[in-house]
């Protein structure tokens, strides 16, 4: 079944949880470049924990009100925003029923036709701070998720979800990484299982936990999902975002809620040391900001079937941590920077060297066009983190949780 959005007829509405976010906003901007019809909602836990933490954002993000205004005056589309928690049902209900976004009148409404899942506490070292950050991330991520299911239930068993989920449920295991699934041969019998998870954190924990939440739905009420097992991503721009600062998506870069490569990219552009945790051979699958926008989008125009969870692994190519060191090395060099690669103790139990071999074929033949990463592409980031140079933290960099 594919569903392709047409201005001439019926658009396809697609409702964004967590469309404040480093993805999010820059999910909605693509969907609603497209022809989509956008609905975004947030509930601002990211921005408020950054403050909290002290961990501001790179560069200064207007809210999504201010965002979505900025949108239109630029492109003339519409996304339409609330703000609330997903864990509320009675807010979720309303993001169905079009309440929330004062469209529930018009005799025209009708329940969003896919939902993109971003809205979990996305953090690994915040989910191991203490118990109140754990509690946190378990009450948000999975009633969060469970209340989802039983929106689409209640309102639209069609509706296709589309969850962000994340490659580190599955750990490192001695094997390969199959796509989802694996079949298991024993004692004359085989059966296909969800493959194994070993994750590494509370909040891959939960990811793993909303999975089996949402595969256990799939079989009990036929509902229909797509899980992105995504890899770390990179980037700060987006094809709708490059030529407008004030709609460029939030950009961490410190120990809590940064990923690696964007960390080491503000490391070199103002002169700290990368800082590279262990041996610095744990090994994951990366990709650029723009590859997420395309794996979603694909997603969306083509559904998953009812009754079926369907998995992805989505990345497009695996470097260790000290490779990636060493390409940022090198494209500060480029710039002409002196860029210092430093080992720190590892804050964090795993795997420093290990085996690391996923299977990730299935958004290509859904029709992925990957973006690699190129010397000339990390440049292009560099420069513009450059630019905020004055503005960078050095403070944010080392890390204050550990696990244990």
Same mark, same amino acid.
């Given at each position: 079944m594919e569903m392709v959005p047409s201005e001439k007829g019926a658009r396809m509405?697609?409702?964004?949880?967590?469309?404040?976010?480093?993805?999010?906003?820059?999910?909605?901007m693509n969907l609603s470049s497209l022809g989509y019809e956008v609905y975004a909602v947030d509930n601002y836990f990211r921005r408020g924990a950054c403050h909290q933490l002290d961990v501001e954002p790179l560069l200064k993000t207007?809210?999504?009100?201010k965002r979505s205004q900025r949108w239109k005056e630029k492109t003339g589309r519409n996304i339409h925003v609330a703000i609330?928690?997903?864990?509320?049902?009675?807010?979720?209900?309303?993001?169905?029923?079009?309440?929330?976004?004062?469209?529930?009148?018009?005799g025209h409404w009708s329940p969003p036709d896919a939902v993109i899942h971003y809205a979990e506490q996305p953090s690994a070292p915040y989910s191991m701070m203490g118990r109140k950050q754990a509690v946190?991330?378990?009450?948000?991520?999975?009633?969060?998720?469970?209340?989802?299911?039983?929106?689409?239930?209640?309102?639209?068993?069609?509706?296709?979800?589309?969850?962000?989920?994340?490659?580190?449920?599955?750990?490192?295991?001695?094997?390969?990484?199959?796509?989802?699934?694996?079949?298991?041969n024993h004692k004359g019998r085989k059966h296909t299982f969800l493959?194994?998870?070993?994750?590494?954190s509370l909040y891959h924990l939960t990811k793993a936990q909303d999975g089996d939440m949402l595969y256990f739905y799939c079989r009990m009420w036929g509902?229909?999902? @797509? %899980? #992105?097992?995504?890899?770390?991503?990179?980037?700060i721009f987006s094809k709708e975002s490059k030529n407008s600062e004030d709609l460029a998506t939030i950009f961490n870069y410190d120990d809590i809620f940064g990923t690696v490569l964007n960390r080491f990219i503000a490391q070199a552009a103002c002169g700290h040391p990368l800082t590279v945790y262990g041996k610095g051979g744990q090994t994951r699958g990366y990709l650029n900001i723009n590859d997420t926008l395309q794996c979603v989008e694909l997603c969306v125009r083509k559904p998953a079937a009812l009754g079926q969870y369907r998995v992805f692994n989505q990345f497009v190519e695996t470097f260790s941590v000290n490779e990636l060191a060493e390409r940022v090395r090198k494209a500060g060099k480029i710039a002409g920077l002196t860029v210092e690669?430093?080992?720190?103790?590892n804050p964090r139990q795993e795997a420093e060297?290990?085996?690391?071999?996923?299977?990730?074929?299935?958004? @290509? %033949? #859904?029709?992925l066009k990957p973006h690699y990463l190129t010397d000339d592409g990390l440049g292009q980031i560099l420069d513009v983190i450059l630019k905020y140079k004055a503005d960078i933290n050095r403070d944010y960099f080392m890390p204050r949780v550990k696990w244990e």
């Open positions: 509405r697609v409702l964004i949880l967590g469309g404040d976010g480093y993805l999010g906003w820059p999910t909605s207007p809210n999504l009100h609330g928690d997903i864990t509320d049902y009675a807010f979720l209900s309303g993001c169905f029923t079009g309440k929330v976004f004062g469209d529930d009148d018009d946190l991330t378990l009450q948000n991520n999975l009633i969060g998720t469970c209340n989802l299911v039983h929106a689409v239930k209640e309102y639209k068993p069609s509706c296709h979800i589309v969850k962000l989920g994340t490659m580190g449920v599955y750990g490192t295991p001695n094997i390969d990484i199959e796509e989802g699934y694996l079949e298991v493959y194994p998870k070993t994750p590494g509902i229909r999902v @797509t %899980d #992105l097992n995504q890899g770390p991503v990179y980037g690669i430093k080992t720190i103790e060297d290990h085996y690391y071999n996923p299977v990730h074929t299935g958004l @290509t %033949d #859904l029709g």
